[in-house]
Nanobody, 118 residues
């Protein structure tokens, strides 16, 4: 069982930055892939960025070059650094854990709101 708790969301102006954190419980953290997903009102949840246990990352085209996912296995924490934020990045952001980055998540966090004002 893995429990995930996100933090770091908030309100920011367009062009600004935020860093999300996701703290994971459980001893398997270093062996699982992690990801950030988001869901805007009226839209489906989508993958933003995912990272393997070894640190290889993949990104959605819409955030490539602006967002960076990273992980600290010693702290059981995964991060999402978001730069050059746009109003269309407004969504609830969810942390997730999965067996591999090409598989659907097995565990979800509760979500954290990110709002980007124009």
């Amino acid at each position: 069982q893995v429990q995930l708790v996100e933090s770091g969301g908030g309100l920011v102006q367009a062009g600004g930055s935020l860093r999300l954190s996701c703290a994971a419980s459980g001893s398997i953290f270093s062996n699982v892939a992690m990801g950030w997903y988001r869901q805007a009102p009226g839209k489906q949840r989508e993958s933003v960025a995912r990272i393997t246990s070894g640190g290889r990352a993949v990104y959605a085209a819409s955030v490539e070059g602006r967002f960076t996912i990273s992980r600290d296995n010693a702290k059981n924490t995964v991060y999402l650094q978001m730069n050059s934020l746009r109003p269309e990045d407004t969504a609830v952001y969810y942390c997730a854990a999965m067996k591999a980055i090409y598989l659907p998540p097995d565990y979800w966090g509760q979500g954290t709101q990110v709002t980007v004002s124009s």
